[in-house]
T-cell receptor, first 114, second 111 residues
């Protein structure tokens, strides 16, 4: 596989469920990002990891918990979500955080919280 | 707060015409601006980057301009085709090394 992959592509969960989103990049990049995209709103940066270390937490509620075990993999653990958390969750990577010029995005996970 | 604004109304143009999309930024001076294309149900794809000391950048049928006086970037697609129909996002990096995005402008090119 090439580029940035995300699984699952679609996820429906209840407010009491726990689930995880997975992202993998095959580009040899050192920075990885989680974004939230709601309808007709700009992409909202959630978390940034650079060389496996979290460098940004953009005031994200604790019901979202990121994990970056290595530079190629990024997870977003979800628990007790709210209906307003329904959105497209996008993972991206770039060479590193400071260069950060071009970001490569995955196809996203469409999340619906019932 | 630092912000990027794009025209939220969809742009409808006829095939063969030039599409022009606008990106305005406020409360900061970006070192560069980027343009991405996003198709429905997919992640954004990088198209072009223009730096603050560059007035214009071209790539095939695409042209981007950067006017630091107007605090604006224009994105042009010449000889537009129905396959160019998509949402186009403007983005830039703030002083805090965060990339911020505009909400995007939806482009429809009619055959």
């Amino acid at each position: 596989e090439t580029g940035v992959t995300q699984t699952p592509r679609h996820l429906v969960m209840g407010m009491t469920n726990k689930k995880s989103l997975k992202c993998e990049q095959h580009l040899g990049h050192n920075a990885m990002y989680w974004y939230k995209q709601s309808a007709k709103k700009p992409l909202e940066l959630m978390f940034v990891y650079n060389f496996k270390e979290q460098t940004e937490n953009n005031s994200v509620p604790s019901r979202f918990s990121p994990e970056c075990p290595n530079s190629s993999h990024l997870f977003l653990h979800l628990h007790t979500l709210q209906p307003e958390d329904s959105a497209l969750y996008l993972c991206a990577s770039s060479q590193d955080r400071l260069a950060g010029t071009e970001q490569f995005f995955g196809p996203g996970t469409r999340l619906t919280v019932l | 707060s630092q912000k990027i604004e794009q025209n939220s109304e969809a742009l409808n143009i006829q095939e063969g015409k030039t599409a022009t999309l606008t990106c305005n930024y406020t409360n900061y001076s970006p070192a560069y601006l980027q343009w991405y294309r996003q198709d429905p149900g997919r992640g954004p794809v990088f198209l072009l980057l223009i730096r603050e000391n560059e007035k214009e950048k071209r790539k095939e049928r695409l042209k981007v301009t950067f006017d630091t006086t107007l605090k604006q970037s224009l994105f042009h697609i010449t000889a537009s085709q129905p396959a160019d129909s998509a949402t186009y996002l403007c983005a830039s990096r703030t002083g805090g090394f965060k990339t911020i995005f505009g909400a995007g402008t939806r482009l429809f090119v009619k055959a």
